[in-house]
């Protein structure tokens, strides 16, 4: 059974940083790609990052970075500079394709909150 666990979020000051990270278990996935999306109280859920054609949504460039370490089926989001528009639960997804929309993508986390205070 392939499950995707995420952990690190939780509450800072604008301009901080912090550090998701999810675990994939179930099945090896160095061969997929691993993406971050986020969805904030009322409002859709968008793509942030996905690492194999890495790229990022124009909102977190050059704040965010995103790694994997295939090893231990594992991918992180580095958030630096966080700003308040940033508060969202953030989800991690693998799937085939590495695209920027959310129905390519074949698992999901269950999410974790990521709350920017001002």
């Known amino acids: 059974q392939v499950q995707l666990v995420e952990s690190g979020g939780g509450l800072v000051q604008a301009g901080g940083s912090l550090r998701l990270s999810c675990v994939a278990s179930?099945?090896?996935?160095?061969?997929?790609?691993m993406g971050w999306f986020r969805q904030a109280p009322g409002k859709v859920r968008e793509f942030v990052a996905v690492?194999?054609?890495?790229y990022f949504v124009d909102s977190v460039k050059g704040r965010f970075t995103i790694s994997r370490d295939n090893a231990k089926n594992t991918v992180y989001l580095q958030m630096n500079s966080l700003k308040p528009e940033d508060t969202a639960v953030y989800y991690c997804?693998?799937?085939?394709?590495?695209?920027?929309?959310?129905?390519?993508?074949?698992?999901w986390g269950q999410g974790t909150q990521v709350t920017v205070s001002s």
């Open positions: 690492i194999s054609n890495t």
């Open positions: 997804a693998v799937g085939s394709t590495g695209s920027r929309w959310y129905s390519d993508y074949e698992y």
């Open positions: 179930g099945r090896t996935f160095s061969s997929y790609a």
